[in-house]
Structure formats: C-alpha cells, structure tokens
C-alpha cells in the first residue's frame, strides 16, 4: 500500500531554517521522480521543487536559491532544506512523485507537514 509520510515541519522566524523529511512506501522508489509541493490557506497546491530519477533539479522560481531537494533511494526518503525562509512560504507541505502516485480513481497524498514563518 502506497503510504508517504512527512515530518520536520514547525515555527520559525523569518530568515530561518527547516528541513524537511518524507519516507515513502512505494515500489520502485528509485525510478520515480519526487517533487515537493506545498499549499497555503485559500491556495490550490503547487509545486515547489522535484528532483528526477536521474538526480536532475527543479525548483519553483519563489523558493529558488533558499530551497534544496534531496533523495535517499535505499532511505525511500526526500528531503527538503529550506533556508532563509520567508512569510509567504507559510504553508502545508507534503510531497509525492512528479506527476503524483494514483490509487484506484484518485492521487495519494499524506497529511504533510506544516511550515509555519513568523515575520
């Protein structure tokens, strides 16, 4: 059963750090592209960084230059470090693959992690 499971989330103040984890129960992890994506209050979900297969890097131009994605294969885990962080990346982050995992009719998503930035 597909299961992705997210943590590292809080309150920090502007300017700060948080890094971010996401386990994910899911075959075949290594030939799938993972992405973070994250969706703020009153806000449809959005992309914000994903790392291929192959190791290449993506990354919304809001978070670009503060933000980093990672993958460990033999982990199953992606990571984000996000530094210098801003108000605006307030939100609910969670991640999935890039396009994200579908079951039956619908995609899978975990319950994501909350970021919270104080100015």
């Known amino acids: 059963q597909?299961?992705?499971?997210?943590?590292g989330g809080g309150l920090v103040q502007a300017g700060g750090s948080l890094r971010l984890s996401c386990v994910a129960?899911?075959?075949?992890?290594?030939?799938k592209n993972m992405g973070w994506y994250?969706?703020?209050p009153g806000k449809q979900r959005?992309?914000?960084?994903?790392v291929g297969s192959g190791?290449?890097?993506?990354y919304a131009d809001s978070v670009k230059g503060r933000f980093t994605i990672s993958r460990n294969n033999p982990k199953n885990t992606v990571y984000l470090q996000m530094n210098s962080l801003k108000p605006e990346d307030t939100a609910n982050y969670y991640c999935n693959a890039n396009p994200p995992l579908r079951s039956g009719?619908?995609?899978?998503?975990g319950q994501g992690t909350v970021v919270t930035v104080s100015s």
């Open 25 to 31: 129960s899911v075959r075949f992890f290594s030939f």
């Open 2 to 7: 597909v299961q992705l499971v997210e943590s």
């Open 38 to 40: 994250r969706q703020a």
């Open 46 to 50: 959005e992309l914000v960084a994903s």
């Open 105 to 109: 009719d619908g995609e899978v998503w």
């Open 55 to 58: 190791g290449s890097l993506d």
